[in-house]
Each structure stands twice: as structure tokens, then as C-alpha cells.
């Protein structure tokens, strides 16, 4: 459909509105696949959390606040993307400016995200982690889903410790590393 619907001339009234509902259709279309596909093992590598978090996060337009001190986990580089970058467009989202990050190493490495974006609702705290609930016209539900069954994968989890008017703030815990 995307395919003839690029050969129309512009001139034909909402033929832009079209393309861009092919193209949401077929992004979450993706993101289904993508999250009902068991995940691959890919080899774990030393990553470096703090400078991650903080180079993708930028990409969102949030500052972000951390320790000078670098954080290390060996781990699945592509998976802990996947989760950072799911996380950050949340925030940013909710229209999140910036993003704390603090953690701690022992006794296991657990990772405290901050933002101070408009928070979730309380009836929805249980639901964010469910494939295709979403509060977002054009979302797709998929971002959280994907974040928890990832973390799940590399070994950790993922709560949702606190949400108000002030931000969220997820814990992330790896158990082993």
C-alpha cells in the first residue's frame, strides 16, 4: 500500500495522513515481531552504563545526572540499548528534562532512574508492563514490554518504585553480572 501510495501525486487530498499511518501500522507491526521473537544470545561484553545512559538519553533531549564514577556490567551491549533507549523516550515523553541516575554495586548492581516528567497514573502502575497498553494516542505499547522481557533475558528486572506529579523512578537490579 506504502508502495503506490508514494507514486499519487501529493496533490491528492490527505495522501500524507495515509503514508503516515502505513508507516505507525508498520512500526508497531514491527515491534510485535520483534517482542513475541525469542531473544538471541549474543555475547556479553564490558559496557560501561553511565556514559550509555547518558549518550542516548542526550539524544532525547534530557540531562542527565550521575556519579563521575563508572559503572560496569558485563552484559548484552544491543539488549541494555534496547532498555536505556525505551526508558529515555518514556521520559522524555512525559516531558521528562532531565534524568538521575545513582546506583549501587553490591550486593547486587541495582540502577535507580529518575526523571521529572509528569509521572503515571496509579491506575495504570500495574498495566505499563503489559504488551499494547498504552496512554499515548499513537503509542504502541510495546516499550516496557520489550524493556522488562530484555532485562529478563540479561538476568535483572525492572520495578516501577515511584510515580507522582514530580517523575517516575525505576529500579533496575541485575543479579548476576
Do not use: C
Amino acid at each position: 500500500i506504502y508502495g503506490y501510495t508514494r507514486t499519487v501525486d501529493n496533490a491528492v487530498p490527505k495522501i500524507d495522513k495515509v503514508n503516515r499511518e502505513i508507516v505507525f501500522i508498520t512500526e508497531m507491526m514491527e515491534r510485535f515481531l520483534n517482542f513475541s521473537k525469542p531473544l538471541k544470545d549474543e555475547k556479553k561484553v564490558e559496557v560501561e552504563l553511565n556514559e550509555m545512559i547518558s549518550r542516548i538519553s542526550e539524544t532525547y533531549g534530557l540531562r542527565v545526572i550521575h556519579r563521575n564514577d563508572p559503572l560496569y556490567v558485563k552484559s548484552d551491549a544491543i539488549q541494555l540499548e534496547t532498555v536505556f533507549s525505551n526508558l529515555s523516550r518514556n521520559a522524555a515523553e512525559a516531558d521528562a528534562t532531565k534524568l538521575e541516575v545513582t546506583y549501587q554495586e553490591e550486593p547486587l548492581t541495582t540502577i535507580w532512574l529518575a526523571d521529572n516528567g509528569r509521572g503515571i497514573p496509579d491506575d495504570d502502575r500495574e498495566r505499563i508492563w503489559f504488551p499494547f497498553f498504552t496512554t499515548r494516542k499513537k503509542g504502541t505499547g510495546m516499550g516496557l514490554a520489550l524493556v522488562k522481557k530484555s532485562l529478563h533475558y540479561l538476568n535483572g528486572d525492572i520495578t516501577l518504585e515511584r510515580s507522582d506529579s514530580g517523575g517516575s523512578q525505576f529500579k533496575i537490579e541485575f543479579y548476576s553480572n
